[in-house]
Nanobody
Framework: QVQLVESGGGLVQPGGSLRLSCAAS???????VGWYRQAPGKQRELVAIIARSGSTTYADFAKGRFTISRDNAKNTMYLQMNSLKPEDTAVYYC????????????????????WGQGTQVTVSS
């Protein structure tokens, strides 16, 4: 079973940047890996996904501000977050075993069962 360790979170002012890292051990990355986040009182939501080929998918709120990347040789993924807003405050989690399916022209992503402890991102002045 894969073990995931997220890091890089912290307190940042609005407009600032952070770079999150996720290191995986125990198993190699699947074709699709990605980042999710969960704000207090809200459900966990998808932030970004990257395929082994390098193709990416972003939530609308992340487009143009966040960049996901992966290093397959190191079993590590990253999330560069720029122009952060207070509403980006959340615990960010990575997932290394995301499955993808398409139905009726819509693509669905389902996260695998292994999660790390998450890393807290707080955007506040």
């Amino acid at each position: 079973q894969v073990q995931l360790v997220e890091s890089g979170g912290g307190l940042v002012q609005p407009g600032g940047s952070l770079r999150l890292s996720c290191a995986a051990s125990g198993s190699i990355f699947s074709i699709y890996v990605g980042w999710y986040r969960q704000a207090p009182g809200k459900q966990r939501e998808l932030v970004a996904i990257i395929a082994r080929s390098g193709s990416t998918t972003y939530a609308d709120f992340a487009k143009g501000r966040f960049t996901i990347s992966r290093d397959n040789a190191k079993n590590t993924m990253y999330l560069q977050m720029n122009s952060l807003k207070p509403e980006d405050t959340a615990v960010y989690y990575c997932n290394a075993d995301i499955s993808r399916r398409s139905s009726g022209g819509t693509t669905y992503y389902t996260a695998g069962g292994s999660w790390g402890q998450g890393t807290q991102v707080t955007v506040s002045s």
